[in-house]
Nanobody
Framework: QVYLVESGGGLVQPGGSLRLSCAAS????????MGWYRQAPGKKRELVAS???????YYTDSVKGRFTISRDNAKNTLYLQMNSLKPEDTAVYYC?????????WGQGTQVTVSS
């Protein structure tokens, strides 16, 4: 069991930026895929961005060109750089990591985009 702890959320004005971090209790090198999901009130949890061990990335259409996913294996940390934030980006953001059939989730961090 690897524990994931997100940080970096908060309140930001439209057009602003935030960087989310996901610190793992163990090595992230062997995860098959890591990613960021989000869930807004009354909506289903959705995949925002993912990064495979082979460095392949995926972004949902609504964040392409604005968000960047990356990781630092030495620090066992996954990042999500979020630029040009919009009110519709408001949600709880969750870190996820998968190896084989095993899923690991963080507790979530709130991102609120509002003027």
């Amino acid at each position: 069991q690897v524990y994931l702890v997100e940080s970096g959320g908060g309140l930001v004005q439209p057009g602003g930026s935030l960087r989310l971090s996901c610190a793992a209790s163990g090595s992230i090198f062997n995860f098959d895929v890591m990613g960021w999901y989000r869930q807004a009130p009354g909506k289903k949890r959705e995949l925002v961005a993912s990064l495979t061990r082979g460095e392949n990335t995926y972004y949902t259409d609504s964040v392409k060109g604005r968000f960047t996913i990356s990781r630092d294996n030495a620090k066992n940390t996954l990042y999500l750089q979020m630029n040009s934030l919009k009110p519709e980006d408001t949600a709880v953001y969750y870190c996820h990591a998968r190896k084989a059939i095993y899923d690991n989730w963080g507790q979530g961090t709130q991102v609120t985009v509002s003027s």
